[in-house]
Nanobody, 126 residues
Framework: QVQLVESGGGLAQAGGSLRLSCAVS????????LGWFRQGPGKEREFVAG????????YYADSVKGRFSISRENAKNTVYLQMNSLKAEDTAVYYC???????????????????WGQGTQVTVSS
């Protein structure tokens, strides 16, 4: 059973930065593709960023491209989301998720991620 625990959320001003971390346990970290998703108030959950097992393939949502950066540190079983130039519309609960399937390299689709963290709130004030 893979377990994921997010941290690093909080309150930031527009234009500021936050770094989210997600600690992964209970599985082989290097065998997981990892993604960050978010759900804003009254909105559906949406893909933010994803990173493949090797770290060589990375996807971003258009809305965060150039502002957010995903990375993974296999030695610490942790995936990060560096968020810069934050906007009010980035306000959401952020979730990390793990895809353990070997059938694909990396997915943008939530239904492909079998394991999820509990989420961390990010609030950006304008």
């Amino acid at each position: 059973q893979v377990q994921l625990v997010e941290s690093g959320g909080g309150l930031a001003q527009a234009g500021g930065s936050l770094r989210l971390s997600c600690a992964v346990s209970g599985g082989t970290f290097s065998s997981c593709a990892l993604g960050w998703f978010r759900q804003g108030p009254g909105k559906e959950r949406e893909f933010v960023a994803g990173i493949s097992r090797s770290g060589t393939k990375i996807y971003y949502a258009d809305s965060v491209k150039g502002r957010f950066s995903i990375s993974r540190e296999n030695a610490k079983n942790t995936v990060y989301l560096q968020m810069n130039s934050l906007k009010a519309e980035d306000t959401a609960v952020y979730y990390c998720a793990a895809d353990i399937s070997l059938m694909r390299t990396l997915s943008r689709f939530a239904y492909n991620y079998a394991y999820w963290g509990q989420g961390t709130q990010v609030t950006v004030s304008s």
